[in-house]
């Protein structure tokens, strides 16, 4: 095996990992509670117009507003991502905030370490590759079983490079 061949080897990522936002209610089930909302909305508010109190359909669609705007927020809070690479020379991460804005973050592995606060009942409440220079925080969106998962790959991808 040439030099050139040994360092393509080296550089050559063995670690990939994409982290993103659970979300549990696709399209298709928000449109459909959307839909069943509106729905109420309608029945309920042609009730309280036939009985005289026409304000409240106007307050009570005020409701459905909300929630709908509630959820479209949600998703666009989906919208982030956290990409982490890792080869034996190499750790990088890409974080995208849910706006498209992304940073770049570079490490060597001799050098990361990564730290994980705990909470006895909760689980891991944190993570972060922690470097001289700098700390990243990893997965903050991440549910516990998520955490505990990519924090056991993780340890040892980084355990794997620093070995050699």
Known sequence: MS??????????????ALLLPHRSLGRLGFTILMAAL?????????????????????????????????FRLNYRAARAREE???????????????????EQ????PFWARF??????????????????EKAVSLG??????DRESFAVAFSRALATAKAG
Do not use: C, Q
Not at 94 to 101: D, E, F, H, M, V
């Open 3 to 16: 030099d050139t061949n040994a360092t393509f080897t080296a550089d050559e990522p063995f670690f990939k």
């Open 38 to 70: 509106l729905f109420g909305w309608v029945v309920t508010g042609i009730i309280f117009l036939t009985h005289g109190a026409w304000p409240v359909f106007g307050f009570f669609g005020l409701d459905v507003l909300g929630v709908y705007i509630a």
């Open 105 to 108: 973050h570079h490490f060597n």
């Open 84 to 102: 982490v690479s890792m080869s034996r020379t190499s750790l990088d991460i890409r974080k995208t905030a849910p706006s498209g804005r992304s």
């Open 140 to 145: 903050s969106f991440l549910n516990a079983d």
């Open 115 to 132: 730290a994980v606060s705990r909470h006895a009942e909760i689980g891991i409440t944190g993570m972060a590759v922690v470097s001289r």
